[in-house]
């Protein structure tokens, strides 16, 4: 690089050229450091199925309320707006929503069959005697039902909890803790637990079977399939903070993608598998960031 500091004109392009593949190189240039481009502030993203909106919760006075943004960052609609907080919202494959809202007399369920209309009907749902704990209810494959962690801490466990008011049947359950649940589309059910020593990230297989795919005294949670069912992103703080990683469903090497510095938190996939979404924790500066980052292929 000295070299180009005196060079004549004709020697021009070729500088800029040497400049380029020294920055590729050390991995400076954009999209291989791992740092995301930010779209709006607030936390816990959550990517719709058709790929047009990411819904993430915003501090709007003393609450959050759900709001939804193009993953451009262009356009934001408020979707509740309540004295209560709405957190950890999730999508079902046809378009509702499930969130929770914690309250004083504990964790209440919600669905939202139709958030971006502005119209669509909002169901409470009864937990029929489960105590539901503070982490997001995702919905089964079918769409039949909500999976809800329940327990005291630090004995929790896994339920399928129908629409319909049935009885709930366990998913997972063991001594310790199990949690943060995550279907893929064909059934696979990820999940966070304890019961090695440390938090790792496990899978459920649909015959029952458990696989653990991450080992390590790191803190691992937080897992998130992609759509092709090859990937699952995590938070990790193996690094010596939290970022995100991925790791492949069958088991294999983990891959770090985010690289900030601040915690990175909630990973969601776009439709298309190419990009990850996740919030990054502003630590007291008021609403967290929700960010995106392009996901290396392989």
Not at 10 to 23: K, Q
Not at 28 to 54: C, L, M, N, Y
């Amino acid at each position: 690089m000295s070299n180009c500091r005196f060079a004549r004109r004709s020697s021009v392009a070729h500088c800029v050229l040497l400049a380029l593949l020294v920055l590729l190189s050390t991995g400076v240039a954009q999209g291989q450091t791992g740092e995301g481009r930010k779209i709006a502030d607030g936390t816990e993203p959550a990517w719709s199925p058709d790929g047009r909106w990411i819904l993430i919760s915003v501090l709007t006075g003393d609450q959050r309320d759900l709001f939804v943004v193009r993953p451009d960052g262009s356009e934001r609609r408020q979707i509740t707006d309540t004295p209560d907080s709405e957190l950890l919202a999730t999508w079902s494959a046809d378009g509702r929503v499930s969130y929770i809202r914690p309250t004083a007399d504990g964790i209440r369920l919600f669905v939202l069959d139709d958030p971006l209309s502005g119209a669509g009907r909002l169901r409470e749902l009864d937990p029929h005697g489960y105590t539901p704990v503070f982490t997001s209810a995702p919905w089964t494959p079918d769409g039949a039902a909500l999976t809800v962690v329940t327990g005291k801490s630090p004995e929790l466990d896994i339920y399928r909890m129908p629409l319909d008011g049935s009885t709930a049947t366990s998913l997972v359950t063991g001594r310790g803790y199990d949690g943060s649940p995550a279907w893929s589309g064909d059934g696979r059910l990820a999940f966070v637990s304890d019961r090695d020593g440390s938090r790792d990230i496990w899978v459920r297989h649909p015959d029952g079977a458990l696989q653990q795919l991450t080992t390590g005294l790191s803190t691992d949670d937080g897992p998130a399939w992609s759509p092709d069912g090859r990937w699952i992103a995590f938070v990790s703080d193996r690094t010596g903070h939290r970022e995100i990683h991925v790791v492949p469903s069958g088991g294999g090497s983990v891959k770090q993608i985010t690289r900030n510095e601040a915690w990175s938190n909630h990973p969601t996939w776009s439709p298309d598998g190419a990009t990850l979404a996740y919030a990054v924790v502003t630590r007291g500066r008021g609403n967290d960031q929700v960010m995106i980052v392009s996901v290396p292929e392989g």
